[in-house]
């Protein structure tokens, strides 16, 4: 009986998952064939060049001033040893905090890169639903992410309401 039972509900899961249409995209390679795309990674590339010149002409810099410092520090006072170690430390902070401004999380680089990428990521993604509507698919994947990654997924089939329902709790009142 068990048996029975288990067939018939695979049978029910299978007749069911037949009906869901899925799909999938690859958006490096959809990527590749947009001049924009390119022209932009260009444009994010010399940027970083420039600003990684920046950063290393600020530690070249730096080196100069230590190495220079080692040739006179035996001919320093105290009182001159201190202020050119001081002088080499503060350079050397804001050598760090130029770094930050250009490479950091919200440094100029990832900025340009948002300015820059957004758009055109928006404009694929836009364009991924539409065709997913009119084709009648029901999910639509990234092939090209590691981990895989829903880009669409029809809204028939979104249960969340339903499991917030069932946790006895109203759907479209958040917790402040």
């Known amino acids: 009986m068990k048996k029975y039972i288990f067939l018939n509900l695979l049978l029910l899961i299978g007749l069911g998952a037949s009906a869901q249409k899925f799909a999938y995209v690859?958006?490096?390679?959809?990527?590749?064939?947009?001049?924009?795309?390119?022209?932009?990674?260009?444009?994010?590339?010399g940027m970083s060049q420039q600003f990684q010149k920046q950063v290393d002409d600020s530690f070249v810099e730096i080196d100069k001033m230590y190495k220079s410092y080692q040739a006179d520090q035996i001919l320093l006072t105290d009182e001159m040893r201190k202020r050119r170690e001081n002088d080499i430390i503060e350079k050397e902070k804001k050598a760090k905090e130029l770094q930050r401004l250009k490479f950091g999380p919200d440094g100029d680089l990832f900025q340009l890169r948002t300015k820059l990428l957004k758009p055109i990521q928006e404009r694929i993604a836009k364009i991924i639903v539409e065709t997913a509507k009119s084709k009648f698919i029901d999910f639509v994947f990234d092939k090209s992410s590691e981990s895989t990654m829903m880009i669409y997924a029809s809204s028939t089939y979104d249960i969340s309401n339903d499991v917030i329902s069932r946790l006895g709790f109203k759907p479209g009142t958040l917790v402040k």
């Open 26 to 45: 690859d958006t490096e390679y959809i990527l590749k064939h947009l001049p924009d795309y390119k022209s932009s990674l260009s444009q994010i590339d």
